[in-house]
Structures are given as structure tokens and as C-alpha cells.
């Protein structure tokens, strides 16, 4: 079994919902990115989305691009973000890692090539923005023979034929982006993400996340009431952007058990 | 007969093109693919483009004979369509007119655009005046700063034009910006790209409105010189222009198509916005797979040229296609070698092209000078240059 799948049938045995906080792989420095991964985990998270630094990050809010641009200023790439993740499972074995970025650093590196890397290191999960399921084929057929799942969006917009298309595609989960806009854009309403998430279970039994504006406990706990998964990235993010190097850990470590506890 | 059928359902040129977007646009997408295609032959909506393109834009857009350059050059004859000669100055406003009526028809109060030199901006700005859209344009900062006289107007046309800090701060950011804004304020927005880039079906929407060039001019050369030249020329960023005046040439035998890419400092310093005539990979950026100037982790790397309006990473995906098909060919110009033409066709025919036109024209250049005296270099004159007047005194250290 999958790590993805054997972490959300623990996490369901236990009536919990999993917690997915994202960083961006080598932001503020690479040094930080496996240290805050492993204190994530101690924190309450249950897997890792890990941001590949891309240089023109189309789908996301001004967090994450600067994010993005801090990275980089590092030269971290795809083939350094391999690298840490494979840092990061010489020490933890069980916690799901799924990557989050965008078509051209795995275009670049050649799809076949990626998938194998991917899983060589220790990869789960991927999530790439803008390979919608349209033009995702090869790359769901590479990722599936190292069974590494690949995890889609849906949006607000997804009509529930679409859904279908998307769900057939699917593998891991669901990720339902709460909002029209951007990352970190604004609030979620919650009411509405709950029809939705409603809707959305109705045509498929993979677990479903909700991301893309949750960005305080209180949003995090009303969220786990009805989604399997709460992804937190903008809130994340800015919490690495706003804190020294020496408080970076403890600071991240708190607002994941903020979070944990909010969602138990 | 029109042999040539691209792109297919998908918007796949061979493996370029298609539609690579964040799954919140994929509605806007389908949305705007499904009224284009009721709107794309309804005879009342290309009636109405009709009508615009000839009262408010002036076109037919005439063809001149550079008679004194073609002399001094010494070789080939040199015809200019005359784009420049457009209502805002430039190719892109056939364009802007044609996806403005569209986004009337489907009911958006709101237009956005992307612009590099401007002059997408402006032509979006003047269309979303007359039409009484709400308009707003993306242009990266360090374009602000060296397209001034552009921003006044778009600004004097009611438009609220936002300086992009991100990346480069040149077209592709604010490329992205304006997908940024299109994907939040989508149920009321209708975003007016000015390439034949993004997206489908933007590539083929673009060049279809943009095709009236090549169609103009097609007709226009048989009067005048009783045939068609034996090589058509256009500078190529994205490449709508080159596009427009190529695509209606495809199926004709014996008519080279060359664009012409910016080689900036030149194609072996690296710092040039050229994908097409260097060794680019292929990847995927703004919607689309095609060739594009990236480093080994397939990052976006910085491009230079001395005009905004090419000064672009990546190129349209059917450029790609006919590359690779080889049945356009691609070639880079300096900055020097643009200036020094831009120069040349001011002093012998009183024209002042744009810095991008003058790309196109310092290749005809070179290409007319070994050619026979009875053959016939095609050059789109995409755009005036007025815009330019700033970074040309720059250049000479002259205060305006």
C-alpha cells in the first residue's frame, strides 16, 4: 500500500483527518527545508506537500511567489528539491512527500526521468499546476508505473461532468481549491466549500483535501469537519517569511500544533 | 484551397500548443473556446469586424514600394505592408477589436491585457474606450519605464494600467500577472491576449484575426506587381504579427517565410530573446508547449532586446510547429543591426518603424542584398515608432 493511502486509512481508523502543511522547497535556504520538514512531522503533520520553486508561478498569490523567488535565489531546482527529499527519508520512512509545481522543471528533466528520480528518492505524490487531466496522460502513465499517485485539483468552477473526468485520472486524493483566484488569496467561505466537498464525494471514494485559503485555526478546524485533508500553504509560508533564522523552527513547530490541535 | 488544417480540436500544433492551465481556468477556456467557434463564421459578427477594421482602423492597410531603400540596399525589392499605418500605430488593434466584440457578445464588462511595448495595451485600451469595457493592463515595471509615451496613452484612454515588480518585470510577468487576475475575477472578465501564445484557443484565435494581413496582402501584390513575393518577413516575439501575414502564405508554393527574433547582444553572449534561432528545449509556459529560453531546471531564464515587444522567453506554438515542419525559417538580428535599419528606412523612405519592425527590416537587408533586382522581399511593417523616440535618444545621449 501506498504511504498516501495507508496514511488516510490509519488517520480514518482512528477518526482523524489529515493535516498538509506546504513549504517551498529551499525557502528562506536550502539548510532549513529537511530540518522544518522533520519538525513539521513531530508537530502534528501528517504529510508534506513540498513546493518546487518555479519561476513564473502563474497560479499563485504574491506568499508564495516570494517564496518562490527566495528559493531560487539559492538555485534551488527540481533536481535539488530530489535531493532533499531523499535527506529527509533517511530519517522518516512513513510520511507521506507529494511535490506541488509546475509542467516545465519535469518537461525539462523529461517526464520518464522525473517519475524514476521521483521515486528513486522517496516521492509519493505529485501535483503538477498547470498539467490539467487533458494533457497529463503521459505523465499519469510514467508516475503510475513507479506508483506514485497523481493528485489533481478541483475548483469552484468544475462542473460535475468534469469531475468525472478528473476523478477517473485521480489517485491519493482530491484536492479542492476553495476558492476562485489564486494561492492565499482570501477566505474561504465555508458553507459553500462544504456543498462542494458533498457534491465532489458523491462521485468518487478518494479521500478529499481542501486548500487554498485556510488560513487560521479556527477556518483549519471547521474545514476537518467534513474534508479528509486541510492543506495549509500561504499561512505556512508567511510564518517562514516573518521569522528570523533562529526562531524559524520553533515558530513553524508551533503553528502546525496550533493547527493539529484546531482540527482534532 | 486551404491544405494546411492546424491546430487540431485541442489546439495541438504536432506537439506544441494545447492548453496547460491551473484547473480553475479550464471553465473560462472551454467558455471562451465554445463562443468562439458559434462566433468564427457568424456572418453578423464578421460583418461588424469588418466594419470596424475598415472605419475605425483604416485598413486595408496599403502596400508600399521602398523604392530609395531598395536602391541604396542594392539587390532585392522591398515591399512594406504598412501596419504602422493602423489607428494606434501598430498590428495588435486587429486583434483587440476582434476579441473585444467577443467578450461584448459573451456579456464581460471587464477587458484585461497583458502588453511588453505597449502597443497590445494601447490597442486593448482605445477598443475597451469604444466599446465602454472597464479596462485594465498588466506591463512589467522596467516596460513602464522605457515605453513612457505608451503608458500615457493607455492612461489618457481611461485604462488603469498596474506595473508588474515580479521576475523580470517585462512581458511574461505580466503575462502572469494577468492570468493571476483573469483566474480571480473570472465569472466578469474577459482577458485580451495580444500573441499568438497562452492557451487555447488564444494561438489560433489571434492569428485568425490577425490573418487579415496576409489575406490584404495577398491580393494586394498580385495588383500591384501581378505575383507574390518570393519571401515574406516578420519579427517575431510571441509572433502575432508574423503569424498574421505568414498563415495565409502557408499553402502558397515558393513564398520563404522567415521570422526574425531578437538576438539582442548577440545569439552566442546568451542574452538575446531568440528560442527559435538558438537551441532551446521544448517546454511548457503560459498555457502552451513550445520552445522556450530556460536553464536545466527548466526555470524561465532572463531575455534581452533593446525592443519590449520581443523581449520574450518563449515564442507561439504554431512558430514552433512551422519551424519544425521547416516551412518557415527563423534567423536572429542585434540591437545594432535593428538601430542601424530603424536608422536607414527613416533617412531614405520617411518612415519610422517601431525597434521590432526594425528587426524585420535589418534582415531584409541582408537577405535583398543577395537577390536578384527582380525579386520581391514581402516585410511586415508591424508598427510605427513613435513609442521608440525615447530609448533611440537614450541611445544617442540626447535629452528629449
Known amino acids: 500500500m501506498s504511504r498516501i493511502k495507508s496514511t488516510?486509512?490509519?488517520?480514518?481508523?482512528?477518526?482523524?483527518k489529515a493535516l498538509i502543511p506546504y513549504i517551498t522547497a529551499g525557502d528562506p535556504h536550502p539548510n532549513f527545508t529537511v530540518e522544518m520538514m522533520h519538525a513539521m512531522v513531530a508537530s502534528g503533520a501528517d504529510m508534506?506537500?513540498?513546493?518546487?520553486?518555479?519561476?513564473?508561478?502563474?497560479?499563485?498569490?504574491?506568499?508564495?511567489?516570494?517564496?518562490?523567488?527566495?528559493?531560487?535565489?539559492?538555485?534551488?531546482?527540481?533536481?535539488?528539491?530530489?535531493?532533499?527529499?531523499?535527506?529527509?527519508?533517511?530519517?522518516?520512512?512513513?510520511?507521506?512527500?507529494?511535490?506541488?509545481?509546475?509542467?516545465?522543471?519535469?518537461?525539462?528533466?523529461?517526464?520518464?526521468?522525473?517519475?524514476?528520480?521521483?521515486?528513486?528518492?522517496?516521492?509519493?505524490?505529485?501535483?503538477?499546476?498547470?498539467?490539467?487531466?487533458?494533457?497529463?496522460?503521459?505523465?499519469?502513465?510514467?508516475?503510475?508505473?513507479?506508483d506514485i499517485d497523481s493528485i489533481f485539483l478541483l475548483s469552484p468552477t468544475t462542473e460535475?461532468?468534469?469531475?468525472?473526468?478528473?476523478?477517473?485520472?485521480?489517485?491519493?486524493?482530491?484536492?479542492?481549491?476553495?476558492?476562485?483566484?489564486?494561492?492565499?488569496?482570501?477566505?474561504l467561505d465555508v458553507e459553500e466549500v462544504k456543498g462542494r466537498v458533498a457534491a465532489i464525494r458523491k462521485q468518487t471514494h478518494l479521500p478529499v483535501g481542501v486548500g487554498f485559503g485556510v488560513k487560521d485555526a479556527a477556518t483549519a478546524k471547521s474545514v476537518a469537519a467534513f474534508a479528509d485533508a486541510v492543506v495549509v500553504g500561504s499561512r505556512t509560508v508567511l510564518t517562514i517569511e516573518q521569522s528570523s533564522e533562529e526562531d524559524l523552527i520553533a515558530n513553524i513547530s508551533a503553528l502546525i500544533q496550533e493547527l493539529r490541535t484546531a482540527i482534532d | 484551397m486551404q491544405l494546411y488544417d492546424m491546430p487540431d480540436e485541442r489546439g495541438h500544433f504536432g506537439q506544441f500548443g494545447g492548453s496547460?492551465?491551473?484547473?480553475?481556468?479550464?471553465?473560462?477556456?472551454?467558455?471562451?473556446?465554445?463562443?468562439?467557434?458559434?462566433?468564427?463564421?457568424?456572418?453578423?459578427?464578421?460583418a461588424e469586424y469588418a466594419y470596424d477594421l475598415k472605419h475605425f482602423v483604416g485598413r486595408p492597410s496599403p502596400i508600399y514600394h521602398a523604392q530609395r531603400w531598395s536602391d541604396k540596399v542594392g539587390g532585392?525589392?522591398?515591399?512594406?505592408?504598412?501596419?504602422?499605418?493602423?489607428?494606434?500605430?501598430a498590428h495588435k488593434v486587429n486583434n483587440t477589436i476582434g476579441q473585444a466584440l467577443l467578450a461584448k457578445r459573451m456579456g464581460k464588462p471587464r477587458v484585461i491585457a497583458e502588453t511588453g511595448a505597449g502597443q497590445h495595451g494601447v490597442a486593448t485600451a482605445t477598443i475597451a474606450a469604444r466599446l465602454g469595457l472597464e479596462c485594465v493592463v498588466y506591463m512589467g515595471s522596467e516596460d513602464v519605464k522605457?515605453?513612457?509615451?505608451?503608458?500615457?496613452?493607455?492612461?489618457?484612454?481611461?485604462?488603469?494600467?498596474?506595473?508588474?515588480?515580479?521576475?523580470?518585470?517585462?512581458?511574461?510577468?505580466?503575462?502572469n500577472e494577468a492570468m493571476r487576475d483573469w483566474v480571480t475575477n473570472i465569472s466578469d472578465t474577459f482577458y485580451i491576449i495580444g500573441t499568438v501564445a497562452g492557451p487555447h484557443p488564444y494561438p489560433m484565435m489571434v492569428r485568425d484575426f490577425q490573418a487579415v494581413i496576409g489575406v490584404e496582402a495577398k491580393a494586394q501584390m498580385q495588383e500591384m506587381v501581378g505575383r507574390q513575393?518570393?519571401?515574406?518577413?516578420?519579427?517575431?516575439?510571441?509572433?502575432?504579427?508574423?503569424m498574421g501575414i505568414f498563415y495565409p502564405y502557408i499553402d502558397v508554393p515558393n513564398v520563404r517565410l522567415i521570422g526574425v527574433e531578437a538576438a539582442g547582444h548577440g545569439l552566442e553572449t546568451g542574452k538575446h530573446a531568440a528560442p527559435l534561432s538558438t537551441d532551446s528545449a521544448v517546454g511548457v509556459l503560459h498555457g502552451n508547449r513550445?520552445?522556450?529560453?530556460?536553464?536545466?531546471?527548466?526555470?524561465?531564464?532572463?531575455?534581452?532586446?533593446?525592443?519590449?515587444?520581443?523581449?520574450?522567453?518563449?515564442?507561439?506554438?504554431?512558430?514552433?510547429?512551422?519551424?519544425d515542419i521547416k516551412r518557415a525559417e527563423y534567423v536572429g538580428i542585434t540591437d545594432d543591426e535593428a538601430m542601424s535599419a530603424f536608422h536607414g528606412l527613416c533617412r531614405t523612405e520617411g518612415i519610422i518603424p517601431a525597434l521590432e519592425t526594425s528587426h524585420a527590416l535589418a534582415h531584409a537587408e541582408k537577405m535583398a542584398k543577395s537577390m536578384r533586382k527582380d525579386e520581391i522581399i514581402l516585410v511586415n511593417l508591424s508598427g510605427r515608432g513613435d513609442k521608440d523616440i525615447n530609448t533611440v535618444a537614450q541611445l544617442a545621449n540626447i535629452t528629449l
Request: hydrophobic residues 45%.
Open chain 2, 20 to 46: 496547460f492551465v491551473a484547473e480553475t481556468l479550464v471553465e473560462a477556456l472551454d467558455e471562451l473556446r465554445v463562443m468562439y467557434e458559434k462566433y468564427r463564421h457568424d456572418p453578423e459578427f464578421l
Open chain 2, 290 to 323: 513550445t520552445y522556450l529560453m530556460q536553464d536545466q531546471d527548466g526555470n524561465i531564464i532572463e531575455t534581452h532586446s533593446i525592443s519590449a515587444g520581443l523581449d520574450y522567453p518563449g515564442v507561439g506554438p504554431e512558430h514552433a510547429w512551422l519551424k
Open chain 1, 160 to 187: 460535475a461532468k468534469r469531475i468525472d473526468l478528473v476523478v477517473k485520472q485521480a489517485t491519493g486524493f482530491l484536492y479542492y481549491v476553495s476558492l476562485k483566484g489564486v494561492t492565499g488569496a482570501a477566505n
Open chain 1, 8 to 16: 488516510f486509512a490509519s488517520l480514518k481508523a482512528n477518526n482523524k
Open chain 2, 146 to 175: 522605457r515605453q513612457a509615451p505608451n503608458v500615457f496613452r493607455m492612461k489618457l484612454l481611461g485604462a488603469t494600467v498596474v506595473p508588474v515588480e515580479s521576475g523580470s518585470k517585462t512581458l511574461k510577468d505580466a503575462l
Open chain 1, 48 to 146: 508534506i506537500e513540498l513546493g518546487v520553486p518555479f519561476s513564473d508561478p502563474m497560479a499563485d498569490g504574491p506568499v508564495i511567489q516570494r517564496a518562490s523567488e527566495r528559493a531560487l535565489a539559492h538555485k534551488v531546482g527540481l533536481r535539488k528539491v530530489l535531493a532533499l527529499v531523499q535527506e529527509f527519508r533517511v530519517n522518516d520512512d512513513n510520511t507521506p512527500v507529494i511535490l506541488m509545481g509546475y509542467a516545465n522543471p519535469i518537461e525539462a528533466m523529461g517526464i520518464a526521468q522525473f517519475a524514476a528520480n521521483a521515486k528513486a528518492v522517496g516521492v509519493d505524490g505529485v501535483l503538477t499546476v498547470d498539467y490539467p487531466p487533458e494533457e497529463s496522460e503521459a505523465v499519469i502513465a510514467e508516475l503510475g508505473k513507479h
Open chain 2, 229 to 242: 513575393p518570393d519571401a515574406v518577413v516578420a519579427c517575431v516575439g510571441g509572433g502575432s504579427n508574423a
Open chain 2, 76 to 89: 532585392a525589392q522591398i515591399y512594406l505592408k504598412r501596419e504602422d499605418l493602423n489607428h494606434t500605430g
